[in-house]
């Protein structure tokens, strides 16, 4: 399990990042890639992408174009060898289970900038609270924006994530 601190310290700005010291994983992709496609344990990539991700336990054959982004994971659940099989058909070398943050109880708002090599600008947001007085309505609010080139001439890179949960 990769919990989100461990993220944050990493400062990971997707799941590649985020993976780089669970054993037996390495990235299929480069900084060019849009998706974010580990190997695991000889398995995987491209050719079992679909099988590869989860989102709070549910097949998410989406999982790297859409969970790329770490703005709204609570923790990575990395699931690898047979032990898989108890999500269904699934790839033989594991699974990577991505939970998604949920809405608290108590009031917390974050906001970060980061910039970096590459001309790299990111903004992110967390909001959550209760929306009424008894606590029965809560909410979160989730949202990064990204912009940065790359060592390649002429490749440049807008990624934009907005997550908005509620929950009765």
């Known amino acids: ?92 070398a594991g699974v990577i289970n991505v939970v998604t943050k949920q809405p608290l109880s108590e009031p917390f708002y974050e906001l970060g900038l980061t910039a970096g090599n590459y001309y790299l600008y990111r903004g992110t947001v967390d909001l959550t609270g209760p929306l009424d007085d008894a606590g029965n309505l809560l909410y979160r609010f989730n949202a990064a924006a990204e912009t940065s080139e790359s060592f390649v001439d002429f490749y440049d890179r807008d990624r934009y994530l907005i997550n908005p949960v509620i929950t009765w």
């Open 1 to 92: 399990m990769i919990p989100q601190e461990i993220i944050e310290d990493q400062q990971a700005l997707n799941i590649t990042e985020a993976l780089r010291n669970s054993p037996g994983i390495v990235p299929v992709n480069s900084a060019r890639t849009n998706f974010t496609v580990p190997i695991i344990r000889g398995f995987g990539g491209f050719s079992g992408f679909n099988d590869l991700f989860r989102r709070n336990g549910l097949r998410d054959g989406q999982g790297g174009a859409i969970a790329g982004d770490t703005a709204n994971i609570e923790r990575l659940e990395v699931l690898r060898g047979p032990a898989s099989v108890l999500y269904g058909a699934g790839s033989p």
